[in-house]
């Protein structure tokens, strides 16, 4: 493969000749630099003193750590000196911050996702999604101008720190990826279009919290469970990495469905998982690569949000998978008590 950068994609970001909108190129490689910047971080880590808790907790009553902290202070900073966005929210904040008022678009972020990982040097990464701004944003409610359903997202992607950084990004015409090379500092076009497989023999959820389950769910990882004797006919492995967005990527490298489900530890929330901070762009980019998103009623994509930092149930990746949890949830429509 010939070594081709972002801007290099940006030019031709659908392969019809036609650049993208300059203000998206423009925050696209504004998030890119930022990805630089925390992927230096975190390989710094302990070097660095980033490790460890910040001592602060955030609006999901989780314990912020100090690289959620130094993230979520890149990426304001990076959303506010581009220009083109009109206000930011983010997983670390409470409400969206007011940023160009004028400007085209509204950004998303989960600074860094997988925080549970971070001491323990397992992959983690940020995660974004970009909507359109409904024209110039009133200082009032900032955060009504984001519930706006995951479809009428016009970029999302995720930077991913592993043995490699990549960038994996869609502005609406299939998934490619890039490599940070450190040397350079460039994000190299190392692969994509990306394709999940509908059939897979590969699934991924937290079993530990298998009692909390609905029915349809317990009965999805009883038939994987059961193997080649079972209704399935197949026999199943399964992974858990608890950072969405390594357990994402491995979907979209090789297959695989992803499920972080409502249970009944917190009855009140549908969810672990962030609507938009995590469920739409990981949505987005698994729909852009062929597979489906379910949330146990209908596409996460069409979801209507009514809250920023709403919870969501997640079950993404092969078609086959969501399809055949579509049909359990249909089937026994579990009542959520
Ligand atoms: P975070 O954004 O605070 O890191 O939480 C989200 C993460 C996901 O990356 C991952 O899928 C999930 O939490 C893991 O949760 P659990 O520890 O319950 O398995
Ligand atoms: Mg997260």
Redesign the pocket.
């Known amino acids: 493969m010939t070594a081709s950068g972002l801007r290099e994609f940006l030019a031709d970001p659908a392969g019809d000749g036609r650049p993208a909108d300059p203000a998206l190129a423009k925050l696209i490689e504004a998030i890119s630099d930022s990805c630089r910047t925390i992927s230096y971080l975190v390989s710094r880590g302990a070097l660095a003193d980033v490790l460890g808790a910040a001592g602060t907790g955030n609006i999901?009553g989780?314990e912020q750590k100090k690289l959620?902290v130094l993230a979520n202070e890149e990426m304001v900073a990076m959303a506010r000196a581009s220009g083109v966005v009109a206000a930011a929210a983010s997983?670390e904040e409470e409400h969206a911050v007011l940023l160009s008022p004028a400007a085209p678009y509204l950004l998303l972020f989960?600074p860094?996702?997988?925080?549970?990982?971070v001491d323990v040097n397992v992959s983690?990464g940020t995660i974004f999604s970009v909507l359109p701004s409904p024209g110039e944003v009133p200082p009032g409610n900032i955060d009504a101008v984001f519930l706006q359903p995951g479809r009428r997202q016009i970029a999302a992607g995720y930077a991913l720190y592993g043995p490699q950084s990549l960038l994996v990004l869609s502005l609406g015409s299939g998934v490619v990826t890039f490599t940070l090379d450190p040397p350079t500092g460039q994000w190299v076009r190392t692969a994509g279009p990306a394709r999940v497989p509908e059939a897979t023999r590969e699934f991924a959820i937290?079993m530990?919290?298998m009692r909390h389950w609905d029915k349809p769910v317990q009965d999805y990882v009883a038939e994987c469970l059961a193997g080649t004797g079972g209704a399935r006919g197949k026999d199943f492995n399964m992974r858990?990495?608890?950072?969405?967005?390594a357990?994402v990527h491995r979907i979209l490298c090789r297959g695989g469905v992803?499920l972080?489900p409502w249970d009944r530890r917190e009855p009140g929330k549908p969810g672990?998982?962030?609507l938009m901070?995590?469920g739409n762009p990981m949505s987005f980019l698994i729909e852009q690569a062929g597979g489906r998103a379910f949330d146990g009623c209908g596409d996460i994509l069409e979801a209507v949000p009514t809250g920023l930092h709403q919870r969501t149930s997640v079950m993404l990746g092969a078609k086959e998978e969501v399809d055949r949890l579509e049909v359990l949830h249909r089937s026994q429509a579990a009542p959520r008590t």
């Open positions: 999901q989780e959620d997983e989960d860094l996702d997988g925080s549970s990982n983690i937290n530990s919290n858990w990495i608890a950072s969405m967005v357990d992803f972080y672990k998982l962030r901070y995590e």
